[in-house]
């Protein structure tokens, strides 16, 4: 009996280990399976940070690109209105009032009298 009893209790303490065993695996998975939900919380939210980041990046190169059209037709407009600046220079301006007065204004021959009438004729409608 004594040696059953022994027997017994070798089992207990057997039973006893294989429970603190399965309990401390049971734990690591449990520790496992919150790393893991924690681990899959943040590639979720990184993902989302990464998609927010993306179309940012998507909005600032369109900004970018926009200006660059921009800016680039700005100075094609800069240059035609130059050429045509520097076309219409190189032609004689048109008569205005200023310059017939100033023409007509000047002293016919040498004698001290204008020919304002003839401006006036020339100015009015």
């Known amino acids: 009996m004594l040696g059953e009893i022994e027997l017994l209790r070798m089992r207990v303490a057997a039973a006893g280990s294989l429970l603190e065993k399965a309990r401390e695996h049971a734990s690591r998975a449990k520790r496992r399976r919150k790393l893991a939900k924690l681990l899959?919380?943040?590639?979720?939210?990184?993902?989302?940070?990464?998609?927010?980041?993306?179309?940012?990046?998507?909005?600032?190169?369109?900004?970018?690109?926009?200006?660059?059209?921009?800016?680039?037709?700005?100075?094609?407009?800069?240059?035609?209105?130059?050429?045509?600046?520097?076309?219409?220079?190189?032609?004689?301006?048109p008569a205005t009032p200023a310059r017939l007065e100033e023409n007509l204004v000047r002293l016919d021959a040498g004698t001290a009298q204008t020919s304002v009438p003839a401006m006036e004729a020339l100015t009015m409608p």
Request: proline share 2%; no cysteine.
């Open 40 to 93: 899959a919380k943040r590639a979720r939210k990184d993902a989302k940070q990464a998609k927010a980041n993306l179309a940012d990046a998507r909005a600032d190169l369109a900004r970018a690109e926009a200006a660059l059209i921009i800016d680039n037709n700005l100075r094609t407009t800069r240059r035609r209105t130059r050429r045509t600046k520097r076309v219409a220079r190189s032609v004689t301006p």
